[in-house]
């Protein structure tokens, strides 16, 4: 097969999975009733009321203030975290480096919840400095602690970026700074930062879009005070009318497009100022640590500091919850131990089943949904064309959309698309909307991968003779086998955390841990769910320990 | 969930198997039911979309599986994800549900009036309450009392209201006491909650005044019984208002904080609406999946396993509605399965309501 | 028989153009040295011919077969072309052993595994380096990276080796030999090469024709003999060789001689290139045809010893006059002071000097 036909194979293939649910949803916003209703006629009613809706403007406000002040809060902490991993002597790095980046792999629901528990008026934290201060000298209820908590969690994208951009920047560019008299704090500001600034930008960038699709942490924190985002305004629309307003959600959905839109665009824009082709060759240096001196053990606290407040507090949140009977205000914990909640879920209908599902999905759904990214990736790889101008787009949308609604799509896809439809009720059908929905991240991995190889290493096997193809095969691919390992390890980490994506595709038998955890929260069984979560981060923890066990290594 | 409880129902489930192996047609029953089983089992399974999650159901699912050797695929869904996957697999022309079961009583109704429920009269019928029974298409299943709960550890005695006015007494007299510390479903962003206070402003003329009287001590209002109830549990909030009895019934089981009330000046009964899909690919396990719902059999499963209450005054145990009724006596107020229910979901009349809430929250 | 033919090659990148009609010909056996500064353009057009640019117009033809053909819409792909290259990074593929490396072309040409294993010992015995086949590229010295290299674009015996600045990661001194080393392999193979390099003493010592480009058009070319002797430029002029620059003003004399006129004391030189009389020109010279002269005479000038570097086996001399400075070489200390040097006519070019 010429290398053309797979690549257009490939992006039509891309574009469809995108394209389907987008095209599907924008179609269905200009509508006056569900695009499968017997008497359905075009509208602009549904773009009329949302403008129109006051809780629409306050959510977006909203969403826009959180997404701005998380932005502000993780680009600093990201930086700073990604310069002392990279390039100090800050101890114990080995141990730090998987830690950094376990935000990223919690949900966010059961973060929020943890954080509850807490730090919550009677949270467990919050209840013992009462005890000192006599009063808690903070409400976890509110957006500016949204904002903060968003911004604490989100610290790892920053980290991710700039770290790999660190890598790249050659030893010599410092130690020339060093030589001519500068400190190390000076090199950093004056020499690193400004040549890792395109891809720092680049990451704010992506935070803050994920800004705006934020839901678990609004959902949870923003429950007691109301407090709407974009994503949470959802819900409200539906309840307001009373029925589900499929029109409204897909303009909502509409404008979270329109605003990541000019977004990708400036990523794209960054992206080609920044010195994007970094080539592997020749034998990198050697690279000395900068020495902290008296700030190594300070820098070690400031980063352990960060991880126990963003992780370390909530997880330990829920973990107490899951073995005590009750909590709060009067209560010694020791007094309510109890191992009740784990056993209950043993006896819990497919609780097993969801724990195996969801391994399964991790496991083995991550792993074909990273050979999807790598061969997108490749398709697009070194292809100057409007397609992949285009593609770079396409991957993107998907992020738009809330998991609400992607959940929703999803169903309409796999019940209107015939072919699709005996998928429907499998955990196939549950892949595919994760794939699709995890298409921008996954892809930007392994094609960030793909980019560190020298052109010179490609041209090379097309001049002896290889096509495009076995190029691909025998040089492209060998050379990104680690950088495949280490996104499959991100994506089953992930995979392992998400929910609403599935959540209409899931059904007897094909439950995952948090759509058990959807529907005991519903109920008021927050004891298994906290049980649960544990159970879910335990295994989230084991994935990351046995790959680094296996030498997987996460980035550069 | 009553452990005590399950050798007795499997006895008794046995001692019934055993009477009507030969037709398996439950006592009281026409005689041609037998083709109803019959075609049933060629079916061999039945669709069930819930609301009422996995544990409690599983119960009843096994059971169903005991008596007639049909399979249950029971999914467990939120209520508007089971509308949205329902009304969206039903246009398509796939499989969907033979039978959706939900909490969201109104969402129900309007399904059953937009032509997706098969018109199928119970042989249960003369057993139900009136008010359960929609145009002999849908009928309530359950009898959950909407309950009071409240935090035993750090209420005073005193202070725990016994009914809605003193409720509403007690929020008005010590608003400082109880600011921020009591809670309720949002009428605006959860649909059960707005049902609940829209009940309440038919059934009681100081309804407002109480309304107005949660705006003062700043009320904190959730979308879900799982926010509320650990809340109040932990003492960050003080009493629920509006919960669903069931819920708090099995979750003070494992919590000894947790108090609960059935008001005494009148107690809202809510019911999960449960009906046979028009659309369904086993009508048959249908009506008998709908059927054993509202039996004998199933619902003493619903009153002392699943603990959803039994609307059948003829079955005992601890979730009953002697139970309810030994509490309120006849202050129950069943929310009426009839056309009004659907004209709650009048978007008019809905964001009217809301206005008039966010007013009076406002203390106007 | 011409190998390689190259006619009118044009390329852009967006709204820069890169190349503006470069035409060139390697004739079989031949070693040609593509040489230009960096920017000229020399390196895209060796990527021209192996397919990695495309070109927008001209025409590229190996032994009669067209490559590419700008007004045919015609462009083989690399892979298609056959020719050998070597990178300037030497690109050795790290995930695979040496012989793997050099092996490569073979298996994609179904070679048989037998010839595949001999074909491979016998490249890497011919450059020397038999013994290494097992490594991986990164435990190789550069010198042997190279030679690797190299291995993997001759052991398929392409008609043409195109090489791109195949010396520059070497080391001064294993570079002189490794010119010397390659040149020989070449004619001793019999192969056509297209060579680009910025340094002109390699490409003299190397190859069998020069053509140096500037800013995307071939300012000139010929045998490296020409290309010293000859320039037809000013650019070409000071490109080989060392140089010193001598501005003054040009003066057409009679018979086209060219005079140079620097501040009122005037050099005969030979023009380089068309000359405006009275227009603004500079006078080029080869640092070693400059002359210490005895005292004045023709084509003298009057200059102050100003530094002295001894270099082994002769002296680098600085002269300055007022802005004017000349460096020449001498075998012998010289003293202090005022000197007389002396620029022979037939070795100064006088050039325009361009706006």
Known sequence: MPFAVFRLAVIAIMASAVLAPIGLIVYQSFLDAPFFAPRVHFSLDAYEFVLDDEDFWEALRTSIIVATGMTAISVPLGVVLAFLMARTDVPGKSFLEPLVLVPIFMSAVVLAFGYVVALGPVGIVSTFVKDILGTVPWNIYSVASITIIAGLTHVPHVYLYTAAALRNVGTDLEEAARTTGASPWRVALTVSLPMVTPAVLYAAVLVFFLGFELFGLPLVLGDPKGILVLATYLYKLTNKLGVPSYQLMAVVVVAIILIAIPLVGLQRWLLKSANRYVSIRGKAAKRAPLRLGALRWPAFALILTWFMVSVGIPVIGIAIRSVVTTWGEGVHLSEVLTLAHYRDLVDYPNAINAIVNTILIGVVGGALSVACYTAVALAMHRWNSGWTRLADYLIMIPRAMPG???????????????????????????????????????????AGTMLQIGTELEEAGRSVGASQGRVARDVTLPLVKSGMLAAWLLIFLIFVREYSTGIYLLGPGTEIIGSLMVSLWGTGAIDLVSALAVINILIISAGLALALRLGVRLHG | MSKLALPLVSGLALALTAGAAFAQVPAGYPATYSATVDAAKKEGKVVVYGTTDAAAANVLVKDFEALYGIKVEYNDLNSTELYNRFIAEAAAGQGTADVTWSSAQDLQIKLVNDGYAAAYK?????????????????????????????????????????????????????????????????????????????????????????????????????????????????????????????????????????????????????????????????????????????????????????????????????????????????KIRPIKIDDDLSSNLDATKRLKFLKQWQAALKGN | MADLVIENLKLRYGALDILKGVSLSVEKGQIVALLGPSGSGKTTLLRCVAGLEEPFAGKISIAGKPFFDGAAGLNLAPEERGLGLVFQSYALWPHKTVFENVAYPLKLRKVSGADVKSRVARALESIGIGHLGERYPHQLSGGQQQRVALARALVYEPPVILLDEPLSNLDAKLREEARVWLRQLISDLGLSALCVTHDQVEAMAMADRILLLNGGVVEQQGTPEEMYAKPVSLFAAEFMGANTRLPGIAKVGPGGAAILDIGGETLSGIACGPLADGGKSAGVIRLERIRVADGPGPNRLKMTLAAEMYLGERYELLFKRGDLQVRTFSTTKLAGGDHWLEFPAPSLWVCALEG
């Open chain 2, 122 to 330: 119970s042989p249960e019928v003369p057993s139900l309450p009136s008010w359960a029974n929609y145009k002999d298409t849908a009928y309530g299943v359950t009898y959950e009392p909407v309950a009071i709960v409240y935090n035993k550890r750090l209420v005073p005695e005193g202070d725990v209201p016994k009914n809605h006015a003193d409720l509403l007494k007690l929020l008005t007299s010590k608003p400082d006491a109880y600011k921020g510390k009591v809670t309720a479903y949002d009428p605006e962003r959860s649909g059960v909650g707005y049902l609940f206070f829209t009940q309440d402003d038919l059934a009681w003329k100081q309804a407002w005044d109480l309304f107005k009287a949660f705006g003062k001590t700043e009320i904190k209002l959730y979308t879900s019984a799982g926010a509320m109830i650990e809340r109040v549990t932990s003492g960050e909030h003080l009493i629920g208002y509006g919960v669903f009895g069931s819920y708090a019934l099995s979750r003070s089981k494992k919590d000894p904080n947790i108090g609960i009330v059935l008001p005494n000046d009148y107690t809202l009964i809510a019911s999960r609406v449960a009906f046979v899909s028009g659309k369904a690919k086993n009508p048959n396990a249908g009506k008998l999946f709908l059927d054993y719902l509202l039996s004998k059999r199933g619902q003493t499963i619903i009153a002392n396993q699943a603990e959803l209450y039994s609307l059948r005054d003829d079955v005992e145990g601890e979730a009953t509605v002697a139970k309810v009724k030994a509490v309120v006596g006849d």
């Open chain 1, 404 to 446: 609400l609604v992607a959940g929703l799509a999803m169903l309409w896809l796999f019940l209107f698309i015939k072919p699709l439809a005996p998928f429907r009720a499998t955990l196939f059908s549950v892949w595919v909307a994760y794939t699709t929905v995890w298409l921008a991240y996954g892809t930007r991995l392994v």
